[in-house]
């Protein structure tokens, strides 16, 4: 169990630009979920994968935000356009159905300038 | 729709003291899983305990101990003897459709020497 990674840790970017977040989910989990975090809030679910399929999506995930995971395994979440409202952490989280727990990554700390 | 709701944004308790954090949520569903987790400063996001809801008897791990009234619909964290480790957001946390997971607003505590 080598744990979920994201990368990058930091990202700083202007506003107008695209970014991409990539995670790696713990590989004998077949769900992985993406949530933004903002400063001293709860996170907010945006996004889930069941294997390949995207199953889900919350209605915070806007037009400009797109999410993948080719083949199962890693995913990335792209932010096309970036806005000042889209600086938060973005976390990743891996798990199984069942109602096991699921694992987080370190996340991802977009600021927008 | 399912919520969970932290009433206490701030706690803070002595180390080797005992201190319990709030949880309330809503579901109309019968069988559940409720988690509480942890977020030190600036790290990882970790699971601290799993409640079944199907289950009478209280979660325990270690230190950390649930408190779950199901008709109250009630989940709180006792945790015992306090460490200068245990400092971290904490947050209450359901599992909806999908197993994504629906989180309180968190709890900030501080453990004091």
């Given at each position: 169990?080598?744990?979920?990674?994201q990368?990058p840790r930091h990202k700083i970017t202007k506003r107008g630009q695209n970014v991409t977040f990539?995670?790696?989910?713990?590989?004998?989990?077949?769900?992985?979920?993406w949530y933004r975090q903002t400063l001293g809030q709860g996170p907010e679910f945006l996004?889930?994968?069941?294997?390949?399929?995207?199953?889900?999506?919350s209605?915070l995930l806007s037009?400009r935000f797109?999410?993948?995971?080719?083949?199962?395994?890693?995913?990335?979440l792209e932010i096309q356009r970036t806005e000042q409202g889209d600086s938060a952490m973005y976390l990743c989280?891996?798990?199984?159905?069942?109602?096991?727990?699921?694992?987080?990554?370190d996340g991802t700390r977009l600021s927008i300038l | 729709?399912?919520?969970?709701?932290?009433?206490?944004?701030?706690?803070?308790?002595?180390?080797?003291?005992?201190?319990?954090?709030?949880?309330?949520?809503?579901?109309?569903?019968?069988?559940?899983?409720?988690?509480?987790?942890?977020q030190?400063?600036s790290?990882?996001?970790?699971?601290?305990?799993?409640?079944?809801?199907?289950?009478?008897?209280?979660?325990?791990?270690?230190?950390?101990?649930?408190?779950?009234?199901?008709?109250?619909?009630?989940?709180?964290?006792?945790?015992?003897?306090?460490?200068?480790?245990?400092?971290?957001?904490?947050?209450?946390?359901?599992?909806?459709?999908?197993?994504?997971?629906?989180?309180?607003?968190?709890?900030?505590?501080?453990?004091?020497?």
């Amino acid at each position: 169990d080598t744990g979920v990674s994201q990368d990058p840790r930091h990202k700083i970017t202007k506003r107008g630009q695209n970014v991409t977040f990539r995670c790696d989910p713990i590989s004998e989990h077949n769900r992985l979920y993406w949530y933004r975090q903002t400063l001293g809030q709860g996170p907010e679910f945006l996004t889930y994968f069941q294997n390949e399929a995207q199953l889900e999506k919350s209605r915070l995930l806007s037009d400009r935000f797109s999410a993948e995971r080719p083949k199962g395994s890693f995913s990335t979440l792209e932010i096309q356009r970036t806005e000042q409202g889209d600086s938060a952490m973005y976390l990743c989280a891996s798990g199984q159905d069942g109602g096991k727990p699921q694992h987080f990554g370190d996340g991802t700390r977009l600021s927008i300038l | 729709a399912q919520t969970v709701t932290q009433s206490q944004p701030e706690m803070s308790v002595q180390e080797a003291e005992t201190v319990t954090l709030s949880c309330t949520y809503d579901t109309s569903e019968s069988n559940y899983y409720l988690f509480w987790y942890k977020q030190p400063p600036s790290r990882q996001m970790i699971l601290v305990i799993r409640q079944e809801a199907y289950k009478q008897q209280n979660a325990t791990e270690n230190r950390f101990s649930v408190n779950f009234q199901k008709a109250a619909k009630s989940f709180s964290l006792k945790i015992s003897d306090s460490q200068l480790g245990d400092t971290a957001m904490y947050f209450c946390a359901f599992p909806a459709g999908g197993g994504k997971l629906i989180f309180g607003q968190g709890t900030e505590l501080s453990v004091k020497p």
